[in-house]
């Protein structure tokens, strides 16, 4: 008889886990909370890591890719001056740049019609037992079912449902940042400068980055440091970035995209937190990607971390085929050092993005411009 695993979330990591369990002979379900697929989001730039597991998962080739030929990245001064800065998503080995929903869209081909999936659908309870799971799923109609599964996944992201179930509350695992963000898709190029430009407006404790793709719009990256992180459901992002971004509008970049974020649902607004947790499974309960261990977007690591994760748990169930504990131990042993490494420098990482003082905006500039001579672009002489 074939085994059954419970994934709860329709994300880049629940996704990989499923194709990666049926390739081991598993029959994956997947729940997802929202009643239907979730398109578009933010720019994220695949390295080197995540194009390997992209390609052993078999959707690299069927998945968009939107690098501008022509790329330029730019820091916008408060006295509207500009300098070309490196290109600031090719700060360690060259990536492609994605949207989110192209990974997604490249993974759904791989589960759509092979993996059963139920929108509307989360679990609200969970009995652990030491070899089958005991899951209430909630419908969004109301109606409650209680079913078994040799394995839960949770790949529930970051705020994740299954992990207050069985580990605990976000408190205990959550590492905050001190920095918010608001991520969204620009609907018009930013004036003054080419397609294909990205650019930074950096101030102490607030920066827009503004990320571009081609054939689809730039996605605008807001974030500002705070000491104490609001409750994204608590606040308006549009009224809050109008106030912290008041006196920063540079020839009038930011109020122009926040126009953009008034008049769209694509966006994301929270806080940034690191996931720490001492083990990431407990009986016959998993966590995977951001729910297990977010590495925030300032690793630049997460949707490569979630594909890898889910091929390791492929490899890990294929090798201990008898002995779910033996795989969950395996997978661990493996992802530990992966994930330990993209979460040693996260805080200094996001410098980089958000500079918290003046002397980090300072460094930060002068790291961009270095990298910029030490590197071979293309368009190096073009200002
Ligand atoms: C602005 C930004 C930029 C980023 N840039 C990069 C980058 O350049 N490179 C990179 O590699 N990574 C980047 N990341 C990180 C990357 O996007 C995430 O790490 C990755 O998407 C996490 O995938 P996931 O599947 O683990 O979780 P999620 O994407 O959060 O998916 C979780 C899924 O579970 C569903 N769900 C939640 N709760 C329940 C429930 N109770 N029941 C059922 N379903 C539920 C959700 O609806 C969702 O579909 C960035 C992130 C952000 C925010």
Redesign the pocket.
């Known amino acids: 008889m074939t085994q059954r695993a419970l994934i709860?979330?329709?994300?880049?990591?629940?996704m990989s886990a499923a194709i990666a369990l049926r390739g081991q002979g598993w029959t994956p379900v997947i729940?997802?909370?929202?009643s239907q697929r979730?398109r578009g989001g933010?720019?994220?730039?695949?390295r080197e890591e995540?194009k390997t597991a992209a390609e052993a998962l078999g959707v690299l080739d069927v998945m968009e890719k939107r690098t501008p030929e022509r790329i330029r990245f730019w820091d916008v001064r408060r006295d509207g001056s500009r300098r070309r800065i490196a290109d600031v998503t090719q700060e360690t080995n060259a990536p492609i740049a994605v949207l989110?929903g192209d990974i997604e869209e490249a993974l759904w081909q791989g589960v759509d019609g092979k993996v059963e999936v139920r929108f509307g659908t989360?679990?609200v309870s969970i009995v652990n037992g030491d070899t089958q799971t005991q899951v209430t799923l909630r419908s969004d109609k109301g109606h409650d079912v209680i079913e078994s599964f040799d394995l839960v996944i949770g790949?529930?992201?970051?705020r994740s449902?299954v992990r207050k179930l069985i580990f605990g509350v976000d408190e205990v695992f959550f590492r905050p940042l001190g920095t918010m963000?608001c991520?969204f898709p620009l609907a018009r190029p930013v004036a003054g400068f080419d397609a294909g430009d990205g650019l930074m407006v950096a101030d102490i404790k607030r920066a827009l980055t503004v990320f571009p793709l081609e054939g689809r719009p730039s996605t605008a990256?807001f974030s500002y440091r705070t000491r104490s992180p609001v409750d994204p459901a608590s606040r308006d992002p549009l009224a809050t970035l109008r106030q912290i971004f008041a006196d920063l509008d540079v020839d009038g970049i930011i109020s122009r995209a926040l126009e953009d974020l008034a008049n769209t649902d694509d966006f994301?607004f929270d806080s940034v937190q690191m996931v720490k947790m001492p083990r990431w499974s407990k009986g016959r309960v998993l966590l995977l990607?951001?729910?297990a261990w977010c590495?925030t977007?300032y690793s630049?690591?997460?949707?490569?971390?979630?594909m890898i994760g889910g091929r390791a748990l492929g490899e890990a169930l294929a090798a201990h085929a008898n002995n779910v504990d033996a795989a969950l131990t395996a997978f661990e042993t493996r992802m530990r050092p992966f994930v330990r490494k993209h979460q040693r420098f996260v805080a200094l990482r996001s410098q980089l993005f958000v500079p918290s003082t003046r002397f980090s905006l300072w460094g930060r500039r002068v790291l961009w411009q270095i990298l910029l001579r030490s590197r071979k672009y293309p368009f190096k002489n073009a200002s």
């Not at 933010?42 to 695949?46: C, D, N, R, V």
């Not at 790949?155 to 970051?158: E, I, K, R, S, Y």
């Not at 630049?300 to 979630?306: D, I, L, P, R, T």
């Open positions: 709860v979330g329709l994300g880049i990591s629940g729940i997802e909370r929202a979730r933010y720019f994220i730039g695949l995540g989110r989360e679990p790949a529930d992201g970051v449902t963000l991520a990256l994301l990607g951001d729910a590495l977007l630049g690591m997460g949707a490569s971390a979630g």
